[in-house]
Each structure stands twice: as structure tokens, then as C-alpha cells.
């Protein structure tokens, strides 16, 4: 059983940064990704990292502005998200996958309870 809590969200201004960290718990060595869900909307794959962190992807939308990492030693996985705007405004959600390269929500195994993430304009 794999236990995930996340942390670093909160209210932040447009162009500011955050970093959202995800500790792990019952087995990590997975390919872990960061998603969102904005009200309304569906869930969204933001960004997503192999189990050795040699390989990354990411959504369009933040491709340049955010970076997927994490410390296996330290059982974490982490974003760091730059240039933040309004859009980015969601609960993000740290989720363990059991194949690499993540793309999708249907992949995820086991999730976090999310942390909010709020950008003003």
C-alpha cells in the first residue's frame, strides 16, 4: 500500500513560484506524475517522471515553466512550478503509476489528497 501526502500550495500571485513536494510511503521506486483538476474540469495530466528520474514529460501548457524531480533517497517527488498564472489555478494531486511514460489519469495507482494551488491576477 503506497501512501502519498503532498505539500507547498497556497496563494500566489501571477509570475510568481511554488514548489509542491510529494512524500511517499509503502514502496516509491514508481513512476510518479503531478496532475490538476480545476472546478469544472476533468483532470489533467501536469507533469510525470520515471522511477530513476532520467525521464521527464509534461503538458503543453507548462512546458518551460515547471519541473518534475525527486529524491529517491528522500522518498519525494516534487514541482517546481515558475511563471504561475491565473489558469494554473487547480487542486494538484500527486499520484504512483505502475508504467512509465505517464500520459493519463487511468494510469494511476494509488493518489494524494491533493493541495490547492490558487493564482491571482
Known amino acids: 500500500q503506497v501512501q502519498l501526502v503532498e505539500s507547498g500550495g497556497g496563494l500566489v500571485q501571477a509570475g510568481g513560484s511554488l514548489r509542491l513536494s510529494c512524500a511517499a510511503s509503502?514502496?516509491?521506486?514508481?513512476?510518479m506524475g503531478w496532475f490538476r483538476q480545476a472546478p469544472g474540469k476533468e483532470r489533467e495530466l501536469v507533469a510525470a517522471i520515471n522511477w530513476s528520474g532520467g525521464s521527464t514529460n509534461y503538458a503543453n501548457a507548462v512546458k518551460g515553466r515547471f519541473t518534475i524531480s525527486r529524491d529517491n533517497g528522500k522518498n519525494t517527488v516534487y514541482l517546481q512550478m515558475n511563471s504561475l498564472k491565473p489558469e494554473d489555478t487547480a487542486v494538484y494531486y500527486c499520484?504512483?503509476?505502475?508504467?512509465?511514460?505517464?500520459?493519463?489519469?487511468?494510469?494511476?495507482?494509488?493518489w494524494g489528497r491533493g493541495t490547492q494551488v490558487t493564482v491571482s491576477s
Open positions: 499520484a504512483v503509476a505502475s508504467s512509465s511514460p505517464i500520459s493519463s489519469p487511468s494510469q494511476a495507482n494509488y
Open positions: 509503502g514502496g516509491t521506486l514508481y513512476p
